[in-house]
């Protein structure tokens, strides 16, 4: 499995973006997906997932109500809608899966099978 991130780039704050993750290989719709992000000197952080039916989505309460994750099963991606962006959410982000999660919510990055290569979002004030 090969997952690819991408959407990044430079916003003012109050901005958008959307980050998307294309994954390769089978069993996407039976995985977990999640997306991560790291600040500069700063330990990876859950942000939110989605489940592999995209029935369940969950985040952290920092991006609830302005990020939105939804997946199509169909194209094999996943995707992080971000409103009102603000500076503290410049970072690099990273989508994740976990195959035959044993539980809605997975925060442990290490927990998780696969990564993407990360893409970088800077949020100016």
């Known amino acids: 499995v090969q997952l690819q991130a991408s959407g990044g780039g430079l916003v003012q704050a109050g901005g958008s973006l959307r980050l998307s993750c294309k994954a390769s290989g089978r069993a996407f719709g039976s995985s977990t997906m999640a997306w991560f992000r790291q600040a500069p000197g700063k330990e990876r952080e859950f942000i939110c997932t989605i489940s592999g039916s995209g029935d369940f989505t969950e985040c952290v309460d920092s991006v609830k109500g302005r990020f939105t994750i939804s997946r199509d099963n169909a194209k094999n991606t996943v995707s992080l809608q971000m409103n009102r962006l603000k500076p503290e959410d410049t970072a690099v982000y990273y989508c994740?899966?976990?195959?035959?999660?044993?539980?809605?919510?997975?925060?442990?990055?290490?927990?998780?099978?696969?990564w993407g290569q990360g893409t970088l979002v800077t949020v100016s004030s």
């Open positions: 994740a899966s976990k195959a035959n999660p044993i539980a809605l919510v997975i925060t442990t990055p290490h927990l998780y099978d696969y």
